[in-house]
């Protein structure tokens, strides 16, 4: 009795844990819609050129207990030679007090467009990339961090 | 007053060979006040940031951050580089109020 009753429970807690995992794995439309300070910076950004989808990989946890401290890494495909190569990536928190998060200038001596820092996230939301490449061409990429400690303000 | 800038740390990878890319890690002390956080008698703090970082491999520009309040207190860069030959990476980092702090590391290949 008392084992069937354990067991019971750790179906639950297990069938609850892969609804969690399901959802956090869930893919985020990168059209989906953004705060309007957040578009506006984009827009501020790319005037009227258009955004693609892809080449860009955003590493976040999906779950952050603390928002003060989010590691992110962001990399996007590309050769990384003087005649094509990634200029810049600019990364934006949707539902920030401020959606700017920072904006890197990269150059081919990288070798490879990817770098790392530590974010901070007021709550659950999406973080946007915008890579800028050589040629002019514009792609996005979006990721969702649920947030159980903010980290703006205090 | 702006807060001191802390000592900065830079790790680069040992045992690298010509057309490697690897990692640079840099982090560096600093509270990266936001601008919207209040002290204990509810006044704000006003804000003081890490605003740029730039990383110069012999004297050319190779990577550039420009920081916003949503770095986190102790900025923590890392940035890929294909190190093709033995140099000199200069890393700058400035405030909101102009200050400075500068280290420099030394790119052996073997």
Redesign the interface.
């Known amino acids: 009795m008392e084992k069937g009753y354990a067991l019971s429970r750790r179906t639950a807690v297990l069938g609850t844990a892969g609804a969690i995992v399901a959802i956090t794995l869930a893919p985020k439309p990168v059209s989906a819609s953004l705060q309007p300070a957040t578009e506006a910076a984009i827009k501020k950004l790319i005037g009227e050129r258009t955004l693609k989808e892809g080449r860009i990989t955003l590493r976040l946890p999906p779950i952050a207990e603390n928002g ?3 590691p992110l890494t962001v990399a996007v495909e590309s050769p ?1 030679t003087a005649a094509d190569y990634v200029k810049a990536v600019h990364i934006f ?1 949707d539902r ?3 959606p ?8 081919p ?13 007021g709550q659950t939301q999406d973080v946007v990339a915008v890579a800028e490449m050589s040629d002019g061409s514009l792609f996005v990429g979006r990721q969702e961090v649920k947030v159980t400690i903010g ?4 | 007053m702006a807060a001191p800038i802390g000592q900065p740390r830079v790790r680069l990878p040992s045992n690298v060979k010509a057309g490697d890319i690897i990692e640079i890690r840099t982090l560096i002390s600093h509270p990266m006040e936001t601008g919207q956080r209040r002290d204990s008698s509810g006044n704000l703090v006003p804000r003081d940031i890490i605003k740029t970082f730039i990383a110069t491999f012999d004297g050319q520009e190779v990577f550039r951050m420009d920081l916003h309040p949503a770095i986190s207190a102790n900025p923590y860069i890392a940035f890929a580089f294909k190190a093709e030959k033995a140099g000199t990476f200069e890393f700058t980092w400035i405030n909101d109020a102009g200050t400075r702090a500068t280290a420099k590391a030394e790119l052996r290949v073997g």
Not at chain 1, 100 to 107: E, G, H, I, K, R
Not at chain 1, 151 to 154: D, K, N, R, S, Y
């Open positions: 003060n401290t989010i990384m928190a920030n007090p401020t700017d998060v920072a904006s890197f200038t990269l150059t001596a990288m070798g490879r467009a990817e770098v790392s820092t530590r974010i901070r996230l980290g703006c303000g205090g």
